[in-house]
């Protein structure tokens, strides 16, 4: 059969079916359109219960969550963030947004998430707080971070953008740090269309993300605001569609697990392969089913894109380094043991994000695999 006749295979593309229908259909009925709204507590408390945290404030998309959970905790100019050198930008522009510094520390070759030895050796007296990433899925060693943030009083907020119900020891990312951030766009494990969530068991940051993202009012009284604030709420249809799919997380999930294990076992013979992190006592919720070339196979990472790409099916590459940016390029990195980020540098150029959606039948991965194999021929 010639690749052309054959259906596109997207990397990422949601799941939506009659319960998301049917409760966004009831909330436009409703009349409740805005951000107040039955469906908005429903999503949060509901949120909340599923991270095992006791605050959960809804917002309009993952980056202004980032960036709220920042200005909530204080973090401003002349204040230092130590984020992954490797992670999407998001993560770096709601720092520089508050006009504190990003500092880019390395990722470990093993969990591609933020390397312990080089945040040690990125703190400084002005580090005010890490902010970990989940790279794809995988949850960064959280309780290890906090152990060296925690005696310093520097917070730990998570970018759980990419992990939806990852879990370290048991406990979802989320509830790891001292507050955790999640986006809901399209292509995430769970979506709203646009969204985004916070998750803390400190009420009074709580409390304060809460009065920030709805102009810094007064909850005492109306049209009172005591200090400069943003409209970074979520819509009560946003919500509506978020509960549907939150509802049906664990069956995503456990989707996302049997695609990963379908690639391990087409694949498992091809040398040079470097499948996403695993951990004993670590969820990984493959968000992204990501695959590392070793230095044996001889086409670039983009080579092996296009050739994907000729035969119908799409993938991505890994993220450009932060400190790659024109715009960052000033920023300090610091790796494991000099300055510099050599092991995102390497991921980056070499890993390649294979479909990985839900809707993927074990017939589509064995296509994906089989390209795979002829993309990687020299
Ligand atoms: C998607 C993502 C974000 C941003 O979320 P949006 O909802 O698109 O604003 C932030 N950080 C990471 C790691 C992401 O993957």
């Known amino acids: 059969m010639a690749a052309s006749s054959e259906p596109f295979i997207p990397v990422a593309a949601p799941i939506i079916g009659e319960r998301e229908i049917a409760y966004v259909t009831d909330a436009v009925r409703s009349g409740w359109v805005s951000s107040i ?41 002349g204040d230092e963030v130590i984020v992954p050198d490797l992670t999407f930008a998001a993560t770096a522009h709601t720092i520089l947004q ?70 370290v020891g048991g406990v979802k990312a989320g509830a790891l740090g001292d507050i955790g951030s999640f986006s809901f766009y399209g292509n995430k494990l769970m ?54 799919q939150l509802e049906q997380l664990e069956t995503f999930i456990a989707k996302k697990r049997q695609i990963m294990g379908w ?55 890994f993220f450009v380094p932060m400190s790659a940016m024109p715009h960052l390029s000033g920023a300090r990195t610091v790796g494991a043991v000099g300055e510099g980020c050599p092991v995102s540098a390497r991921l980056s150029a070499r890993g390649l994000n294979l479909p990985s959606g839900c809707g993927l039948g074990s017939e589509d991965v064995a296509r994906v695999a089989a390209a795979l194999i002829e993309a990687l021929s020299p």
């Open 98 to 167: 508050t006009g504190a510094t990003p500092v880019f520390a390395d990722v470990e070759a093993a969990s591609w998430c933020l390397d312990l030895a080089a945040v040690e050796r990125a703190m400084t007296a002005r580090t005010r707080a890490i902010v970990p990433v989940h790279l794809f899925g995988f949850p960064t060693d959280v309780p290890a971070l906090s152990a060296v943030a925690r005696p310093r009083g520097i917070r730990v907020l998570e970018d759980a953008a990419e992990a939806h119900g990852a879990t």
């Open 263 to 317: 690639y391990r076992e087409a694949l498992a013979g091809v040398p040079g392969l470097t499948w996403n992190p695993e951990a004993s006592g670590v969820r990984n919720v493959y968000w992204m089913i990501s695959v590392v070339l070793g230095d044996e196979i001889g086409p670039t990472r983009d080579e092996v894109g296009a050739r994907l790409k000729a035969r119908g099916i799409d993938s991505r590459p």
């Open 37 to 77: 709204g039955p469906y908005i507590d429903r999503f949060e408390e509901a949120f909340a219960s599923y991270i095992g945290v006791k605050n959960a404030v809804a917002v309009s998309n993952g980056t202004v969550a980032l960036h709220l959970a920042l200005h909530a905790m204080g973090v401003g100019p």
């Open 191 to 244: 979506t709203t269309g646009e969204g985004g969530m916070l998750t803390t068991d400190d009420d009074a940051l709580a409390r304060r993300c809460r009065f920030l993202k709805d102009h810094g009012m007064s909850p005492e009284r109306r049209y009172f605001h005591t200090e400069l604030a943003f409209n970074y709420r979520m819509t009560n249809l946003q919500a509506a569609l978020g509960l549907a």
